[in-house]
DNA sequence: TATTGGATCGCC
DNA sequence: GCGATCCAATAG
């Protein structure tokens, strides 16, 4: 590693390798983190969905290889991030092998660092209207466009260890009406009672 | 080139 | 419950 990163340590490639809903379940807890300059904006991850494979119809990779979800067919541990209804970015980690296409999106997360920044950056002034939506959180942590693609084995934007995740639920993807059968697959995960959820 | 609608959010 | 706002994906 060319830099020190005040000994913050990145989950390696291998853990965004495994099956896509075991990636899903297990980032619940973890803690994703940006760094800016005024420091470090990040939060536990609290609630998670996978878009999983060539035939989900909920996923953006379900229409084939094109230049948008190219990176969803690429190797593990990129990010994907994406414009959506033309103001919000939502924030993906790619998962599993390369040219088989999946991904897991946060949804939610419960602030933990640079708590004050990202209460100004959203406009808001409880903790728990911080990122209890996936556009939310991209805008309090400062992600953008800009770092579609970038590594998650990086030290700019990183998810490392966070901390035990309490009991963790499982339900329908939120938002997919149009995915006909797949839209009943119970590929959300969420910590159980956390204050800090979507919707 | 033109059209359509979306893995959402905040305000009416 | 509805409009904002823009880009990728399709159709032509």
């Keep these: 590693m060319s830099e020190r990163n005040q000994g913050r340590t990145p989950l390696p490639r291998s853990f965004y390798l495994q099956d ?35 035939e989900d119809k909920a996923s953006h990779a379900s229409r084939g290889f094109t230049r948008r979800t190219a990176l969803m067919f690429g190797p593990p541990g990129y990010a994907y991030i994406y414009l959506i209804y033309g103001m919000y970015y939502c924030f993906n980690v790619v998962t599993e092998k390369e040219g088989f296409p999946a991904a897991v999106l946060i949804r939610a997360l419960e602030p933990y660092e640079g708590v004050e920044l990202m209460l100004k950056q959203r406009n808001v002034k ?22 579609n693609g970038w590594d998650l084995c990086s030290t700019e934007l990183w998810i490392e260890e966070g901390r035990a995740p309490g009991e963790i639920g499982q339900g329908k993807r939120i938002g997919v009406h149009y995915a006909g059968e797949w839209k009943e697959k119970p590929w959300r995960f969420f910590e159980i009672g956390s204050e800090y959820l979507s919707r």
Excluded at 29 to 49: A, D, N, P, R, Y
Excluded at 134 to 147: D, F, P, Q, R, V
């Design 20 to 54: 896509t809903l075991e990636v899903a379940r297990s980032l619940i807890g973890k803690l994703l983190v940006h760094k800016v300059e005024e420091g470090f904006l990040s939060g536990f991850v609290v609630e998670t969905e996978a878009y999983v494979g060539p």
């Design 126 to 147: 409880s903790l728990r209207e911080i990122a209890n939506g996936t556009g939310k959180l991209t805008k309090a942590l400062g992600i953008t466009k800009e770092m």
